[in-house]
């Protein structure tokens, strides 16, 4: 007897709704200039700017669940677009600090306003963005996102054949 879900398991569909979603908001971005990956450093920078926070990199890298690495690319990328400011961090030699420039605010503004219409248009199955049904989504989503990823075992080792 299988112990196969007939149906497809909570981690494919994770997968296929992040997959849809990505491939959503490059197009609905991309008339900007931006790729998804660039408007979730962006979009993340304005929060955090509107809370009085500078990040470093690194914050911002925990913050939207990036690689570091990746973050640091993006920025540089984005410093060069004239939508970042990267400068030193003045409490540690090693990290920067990043801010957006008038241009990287402005075109960030855009970008949210059109994410969230198309947020309110792919959650309409759920009543929109201030549905019921979207709260609870929200709230099942944020618990799962809680949930620390666990270490590697070896338990995934493809059996010898024999």
Known sequence: MSN???GPTPGFL???????WRVAVDRAIGPLGLTHAQYSLLGSLLGMQRSGLRPSQRRLA????????YVSKLARTLETAGLVERTPDPGDTRAVQLSLTEEGHRVTLRAVDV??????QQLAP???????DTGAFIRTLTTLLDVP????????KVPDKE
């Open 14 to 20: 994770v997968w296929r709704l992040s997959m849809k």
């Open 62 to 69: 925990d913050h939207t669940g990036l690689e570091p690495l």
């Open 126 to 132: 759920l009543g929109g963005l201030d549905g019921a």
């Open 149 to 156: 990823v666990p270490a590697v075992a070896n338990k995934s």
């Open 115 to 120: 994410v969230r219409e198309l947020l309110d």
């Open 4 to 6: 196969a879900p007939a």
